[in-house]
């Protein structure tokens, strides 16, 4: 199934990702972060992982006064352990989101040209991650892609995007912590807005872990086994 943007694109991409680059090490860490693969195997199923703004601003490790540490590497492993090809990187400082939603697109449509069906695509984005994944469902129109957005959707961010009349295509899953007020809350109003223009399966989990924003900072199965669920439907 092809993928289109919409006639509106991106401003002009400052070096995207490309699909041959390697596995890199991250210079502050003791992972290495598995980035796009050089080649690819359409019956795999791939799960792109956006972190939150805080690996931007401190690398890695980065360490919230509040929430503790941000494990990237356990998520990235979490996640892996189920069987996904995870792609991810570290993103730069004050990364343009909609500049790097582009190179993401790039990323997607590479995939589905070398014959990975749609639905096994998930682009997962925390915080800052699930506003770029807002973008790409956005601007990707095709309903059998696969979105989970966690910590996201403050009010006033759904109300800047529904005044924007910004969509969501494809099959979107929203959860948030009913602790977390500062930086979350809920996507109906931007589902509502979504539903007949290009939406499919949408649902919104509320966790009552109690953690707040802290628990995108850890590989919960709170918020795991959901997404992973999301991103395998059953038959």
């Known amino acids: 199934m092809a993928i289109s943007p919409t006639p509106t694109s991106p401003p002009s991409k400052q ?3 490309t699909p041959s680059e390697a596995p890199l090490a991250d210079p502050a860490s003791a992972f290495a972060i598995p980035t796009f693969p050089a080649d690819v195997d359409p019956s795999a199923r791939y799960l792109f ?7 931007e601003d401190q690398g890695i490790p980065a360490i919230s006064p509040e929430y503790g540490e941000y494990k990237y590497a356990d998520i990235l492993a979490a996640l892996q352990s ?3 090809v995870v792609i991810s990187e570290r993103r730069p400082k004050d990364t ?11 990323q997607v449509e590479s995939l589905v ?7 096994s695509i998930t682009v997962v984005g925390a915080s800052k991650g ?4 807002v973008i790409v469902s956005n601007l990707v129109h095709n309903s059998d892609l696969n979105y989970v957005l966690l910590g996201s959707c403050h009010p006033d961010m759904v109300r800047d995007w529904v005044a924007a009349g910004r969509t969501l295509n494809g099959n979107v899953m929203s959860i948030y912590d009913f602790a977390d007020d500062e930086f979350s809350g809920s996507c109906q109003d931007l589902f509502t807005l979504s539903e007949g ?3 499919g399966r949408h649902e919104e989990i509320v966790l009552q872990v109690g953690a707040g924003h802290g628990v995108l900072y850890q590989p919960l199965d709170e918020w795991i086994l959901p997404t992973v669920q999301w991103a395998n439907p059953a038959p």
């Open 15 to 17: 070096s995207p990702p």
């Open 49 to 55: 992982y956006l972190h939150g703004r805080i690996i």
């Open 82 to 84: 189920h069987g996904f």
């Open 96 to 106: 343009d989101v909609e500049l790097y939603a582009g190179g993401l697109i790039d």
């Open 113 to 119: 040209d070398s014959g990975v069906p749609p639905s």
């Open 130 to 133: 699930a506003s770029i994944a």
């Open 197 to 199: 223009r290009g939406l």
